[in-house]
């Protein structure tokens, strides 16, 4: 009997060593809290590619891209198009609306860049982010994008459109180029200030000539008519001798 608790007693204290060895977490991790559901409402000068940028990141427009498809369906929303006032879902947010509006940017200071706009082999596209500012283009023309900045080394972005369909000034300039250039059949392109200026090329019937002073939203050319049932135009935004990308700039 005393070998019984002899061994009863070794296995005890094998038990009691092992479980003062063992370790217990006195600060587990928490878990994370899942993402919830944001709401944006829209202020002046926002758009989808701005809200998307702040409330999902990316780092290029192809993932903040991914971001604005994401609110698109959210919202079972078929263009791009906003305004002020709109409430919009962001699904997956783990940010709030800021008490800010998320404005574009735009450069201090720039040299006229209207022949580097149509200068071939220039610098190619950035992810140009200069300071903030107040001047708010508009879209040139309604339609659908085929080809956005930075996709094959694009400049600007492609926006199909059907024939007769009227290209508006993206905001008040003065025309410095209205014809054929060395790059383009046909181009306008606006001067806005010292420091900007736009390039409307493609598929175009021109209603301005050089030197023409013209409000945002004037008609400033016409989509060509012809056999082709659709036709598209190519839009830039140049700052600081940099083509920009338009969705940053854009309502």
Not at 18 to 38: F, H, M, R, V
Request: aromatic letters at 8%; glycine letters at 6%.
């Amino acid at each position: 009997m005393s070998n019984i608790l002899k061994k009863i007693n070794v296995i005890l204290l094998f038990l009691l060593i092992s479980g003062c060895s063992a370790t217990i977490d006195t600060n587990p991790q928490k878990s994370k809290e899942p993402l919830k559901t944001s709401y944006h409402y829209v202020r002046q000068g926002e758009n989808l590619f701005r809200i998307a940028e702040y409330y999902y990141g990316g780092k290029n427009t192809k993932e903040i891209l991914n971001g604005v498809d994401k609110i698109k369906q959210a919202n079972n929303m078929t263009t791009d198009s906003i305004f002020p006032g709109k409430r919009l879902t962001i699904p997956s947010a783990a940010k709030r609306q800021p008490n800010y509006s998320l404005l574009p940017p735009s450069a201090a200071t720039i040299s006229s860049p209207t022949s580097a706009a149509l200068t071939p082999g220039k610098t190619g596209t950035t992810e140009y982010r200069p300071i903030l500012t107040d001047r708010i283009f508009i879209w040139p023309i309604n339609g659908k994008i085929i080809c956005n900045y930075g996709e094959l080394g694009n400049k600007g972005i492609d926006i199909q459109v059907n024939p007769g369909t009227e290209v508006l000034a993206a905001d008040d300039g003065k025309i410095a180029i209205a014809g054929k250039t060395a790059k383009y059949p046909e181009a306008i392109i606006i001067e806005h200030s010292s420091t900007t200026c736009t390039l409307y090329a493609h598929d175009l019937d021109i209603l301005v000539k050089k030197n023409d002073y013209v409000k945002k939203g004037t008609p400033i050319a016409k989509i060509k008519s012809g056999t082709h049932k659709t036709r598209y135009i190519h839009f830039e935004i140049w700052i600081n001798e940099q083509a920009v990308n338009p969705a940053v700039y854009l309502p």
